[in-house]
């Protein structure tokens, strides 16, 4: 039996202008050009600490014609991707682990679905459940396409800095 989603969908109107869009997602994030995987960001409770995003999954992807020649399936290391995207914008906005922006730091339990082909919108669902400031956040997440779970798993998002790991 599938989990209890984390978020009710039907609590947001997805023809209403996005919170933030893709330049307010930049301000945040560091991720350009393909790695770009977070379209636009739909719902923040800073209260609850549930952040609502999406990707819309085009016939354009960059790995379209490569994975899986003929039957476009989406990768599920790019949906994990697109969810971290989501936590690291809410742990930069928020200030919650400090750094100049928040990394992947790992994922645990996580289980696909159902495949995800283009073109769809992947609507990721996050939830802070454990906050340790300037060390890590880690978040609940799930993904649907048409209000149906497709992924799901639990990631820890940790401070990067510019400057760590580089030779002086």
């Known amino acids: 039996m599938p989990p209890l989603a984390l978020f009710d969908l039907d609590q947001i109107d997805f023809s209403r202008p996005p919170l933030y869009d893709i330049e307010a997602i930049r301000r945040c994030n560091p991720q350009r050009n393909q790695m ?40 599920g290391v790019i949906m ?24 992947f730091g790992g994922m645990d339990a996580v289980r696909f679905r159902s495949p995800v082909f283009p073109p769809s919108r992947l609507v990721i669902v996050a939830k802070l459940t454990d906050l340790r400031p300037n060390r890590r ?23 990067i800095f510019k400057n760590q790991g580089m030779n002086p």
């Open 137 to 159: 956040a880690m978040f609940d997440m799930q993904g649907f396409v048409k209000n149906k779970l497709v992924f799901e798993g639990s990631m820890m998002g940790v401070p």
């Open 36 to 75: 770009e995987q977070l379209t636009a960001i739909v719902y923040e409770d800073t209260v609850n600490h549930i952040v609502v995003g999406y990707k819309e999954v085009t016939e354009e992807e960059f790995w379209v014609g490569g994975h899986m020649p003929g039957f476009p399936l989406m990768p």
């Open 80 to 103: 994990c991707e697109v969810g971290a995207q989501l936590c690291a914008f809410y742990t930069k906005k928020h200030k919650l682990v400090g750094g100049d922006f928040s990394g």
